[in-house]
């Protein structure tokens, strides 16, 4: 059964700094890795799709990375600002191609 | 943004009365999911649908039906409602093209039963 664990659960930064989100993967089999941004309250948006082929992906100040073979992900977010404080979850999806399995995410703060 | 709306955006029940959620697209999209967020568990999938009237099971089914007659409507339904199910109900869709599923998400239902 596939596994998902995001860690940092918690992280608080001062504005500015670069950072780097942790997400690892039981059962490297899978189709591709979604990131997604969850505000208090809110839905989720989708960050950064990376399919099983890529190795990273790419989005202003966002980048994602994949290493399939040690079922890891990192997302790294440069020049953090307070508007990016939220709940990042990283999701992949497994062997059954539709379904989405998600970690518990990461609650970010950044403070000014 | 994908153009997905939830209602109700907030319900509180009793135990025991039946409940049912929507969710509406208007992207065409083939799939549709309903997931339940709950603290300490993340997101988990309840039912999904592939096309019209063509549903299958998630994780965490039991208690749960689900109802697609057109392809922008898709019904959530709790039979009974139990306390256990007080969550956070969010409706997703997507259209799977190739090796890539990339889901979109709505608004969510808050469901207390109480």
């Known amino acids: 059964k596939q596994e998902v664990t995001q860690i940092p659960a918690a992280l608080s930064v001062p504005e500015g700094e670069n950072l780097v989100l942790n997400c690892s993967f039981t059962?490297?089999?899978?189709?591709?890795l979604q990131w997604f941004r969850q505000d208090p309250g809110k839905g989720l948006t989708s960050l950064l799709l990376i399919q099983s082929s890529q190795r990273e992906q790419t989005s202003g100040r966002l980048n994602a990375s994949l290493d399939k073979s040690s079922g890891r992900s990192t997302l790294y977010i440069a020049a953090s600002q307070p508007g990016d404080s939220a709940t990042y979850l990283c999701a992949v999806t497994a062997a059954t191609f539709q379904k989405l399995v998600f970690g518990t995410g990461t609650r970010l703060l950044v403070s000014p | 943004d994908a153009g997905i709306t939830q209602s109700p955006r907030h319900k509180v029940t009793e135990t025991g009365t039946p409940v049912t959620l929507r969710c509406h697209q208007t992207e065409n999209h083939r799939y549709m999911y309903w997931y339940r967020q709950d603290p300490g568990h993340g997101l988990r999938l309840i039912h999904y649908?592939?096309?019209?009237?063509?549903?299958d099971k998630g994780e965490v089914s039991d208690g749960y039906s689900v109802s697609r007659s057109k392809t922008e409507d898709f019904l959530l339904t709790l039979e009974s409602a139990t306390s256990s199910q007080t969550s956070v109900y969010f409706c997703a869709i997507s259209d799977p093209s190739g090796a890539i599923n990339e889901q979109f998400f709505g608004p969510g239902t808050r469901l207390t039963v109480l």
């Open positions: 649908s592939y096309g019209v009237k063509d549903t």
């Open positions: 059962d490297s089999a899978i189709y591709n």
